[in-house]
């Protein structure tokens, strides 16, 4: 046995241990052990470890790490290049864990960030919660809807800073979309649509050549941890663009670009919980090693609006947003209000009138100037030719950066947990439609689902053995 795969033995040791008994290296350690749970105070460094040291990981502790309060102290993954890499950058400061447990179990780190496959999200969250420290988590927040409230009442049981990393909340294109829908501009809004689409076509990811070995350095089995293990796949193994094409890991794309898409109608019409969520789609072209669907249309029904979800990946026609027609990427949203329709992307906006209903709110000159060109009821307006809204959305700091800045206050951010459940019940509650095949009734003043006990039951998570849900958060 060489040293390589007696450290990987000792390691997986070591998880059975802990996992089972909670005593090599405790999955919850009290406050009183590091005095106030490793929160600093107003003027101190806050030491931030990363866990997760892939590409979105890699980005956020970028940002994190350019706010002069900020130590890196730690660079966790089951990956050695990876987090070999992560430290390498910020030595001399910056250990490494290939567990994260361990790090969760050090005194000296106030604050992480979760950058782990999506399946992960939910448990390394509620027991960071456990271990005092501050939390920024990348999206999706949750694959199941126990989880989502588990994560939710953790991080209020422990007064956990949480930060979703939903960071297009932090652009302006958003706050002016929200700025104007909030004032009124577009009317009453009935329906709101939403959608994510690309072309994989047939291949999808593609396939792993036959007798593909794992990496040096690599424990998958603790990659795969809660979910079910399977044999090595490199291409899901890869990054996070590749987990959509996988159930298990991810969800598929829709809890990968929901959350940054249908922030934007929550944010604005300030949606709560959805009454109803129906939910269609399947695997229809994409023959890869994946198993997700390809196309998925969700209805979610709220007590004052309705708002839909596209998602493709074997067809990428963008509507208005179009452009180019070059296959690509493409997203958006639309508010249909009686006064008229605005469609955006993560960068631009514009309104279509319904005939004359928006004239008072043009800005005069360029109303006189419209009028000189005879202008139709089709004109297209954005923000700067209408008159200013009463109420301005303050520009961010950054979303990492306010972060920082709310463990220093004590104050929770703008895309915590408590708004960002009202983003990532819906997504979950889609997955779960999906899977049954039928609609889901909601009770938001409960939040419980209504009249369907397996739909219910299927809610909460089943984590492979020895690694458990905290159902007790639920």
């Known amino acids: 046995m060489n040293n390589e795969q007696q450290n990987l033995t000792t390691r997986r040791e070591f998880l059975r241990t802990t996992a089972a008994t909670a005593v090599a290296v405790p999955l919850i350690m009290p406050a009183s052990a590091w005095g106030k749970a490793g929160r600093p105070g107003a003027n101190g460094k806050i030491n931030v470890a990363l866990i997760g040291c892939n590409g979105m990981g890699r980005h956020n502790l ?16 089951v ?63 949750t694959l199941h809807l126990g989880e989502s409230f588990a994560v939710r009442n953790a991080v209020k049981k422990h007064n956990i800073i949480c930060q979703v990393g939903t960071q297009i909340h932090a652009s302006e294109n958003y706050r002016r979309v929200v700025e104007m829908v909030r004032a009124g501009y577009l009317g009453k809004i009935g329906a709101v649509r939403t959608f994510n689409v690309m072309n994989q076509g047939e291949k999808g990811v593609g396939r792993q050549p036959p007798d593909t070995k794992p990496p040096d350095g690599l424990d998958w089995d603790l990659w795969c941890g809660p979910a079910p293990l399977i044999p090595f796949n490199s291409i899901l193994f890869s990054g996070s663009y590749n987990h959509g094409s996988w159930m298990a890991y991810s969800g598929g794309w829709t809890p990968g670009m929901a959350p940054h898409i249908i922030d934007l109608p929550t944010w604005a019409l300030e949606l709560k919980y959805p009454t109803l969520v129906s939910s269609v789609g399947g695997r229809y072209v994409v023959q890869d090693d994946g198993d997700a669907y390809d196309h998925h249309e969700v209805l979610w029904r709220y007590p004052n609006t309705t708002v839909t979800w596209m998602s493709s990946l074997t067809n990428s026609y963008g509507f208005d947003l179009e452009e180019d027609p070059k296959p690509t990427r493409r997203l958006g949203i639309y508010f249909h209000g009686v006064n008229g329709t605005m469609w955006s992307n993560y960068h631009q906006h514009r309104i279509v009138p319904e005939g004359k209903a928006m004239n008072a709110i043009i800005l005069p000159e360029i109303a006189a100037r419209k009028q000189a060109k005879d202008y139709t009821a089709r004109a297209l307006y954005n923000f700067k030719e209408l008159l200013p809204v009463a109420e301005k959305i303050p520009e961010s700091p950054g979303h990492e950066h306010e972060w920082v800045e709310c463990i220093k206050s004590r104050q929770q951010p703008s895309c915590s947990v408590f708004y960002h459940t009202y983003v990532d019940v819906p997504i979950v509650l889609s997955l779960l439609s999906l899977k049954l095949g039928r609609s889901i009734k909601f009770d938001p003043e409960r939040e419980k689902i209504v009249g369907d006990s397996e739909a219910a039951k299927l809610a909460m998570p089943t984590y492979r053995k020895p690694w458990k849900f905290p159902s007790h958060y639920v």
Request: aromatic content about 8%.
């Open 79 to 141: 990956y050695k290049k990876r987090r070999d890499d992560v430290a390498a950058k910020y030595a001399p400061t910056c250990k490494t864990y290939a567990d994260f447990r361990e790090v969760l179990a050090a005194p000296e780190v106030d604050a992480i960030i979760i950058a782990t496959p999506p399946h992960w999200h939910a448990l390394v969250a509620i027991l960071a919660c456990e271990a005092g420290k501050d939390i920024y988590l990348q999206k999706p927040m």
């Open 62 to 77: 970028d940002n994190v790490a350019k706010h002069p309060d900020v130590v890196v102290i730690g660079a966790c993954d």
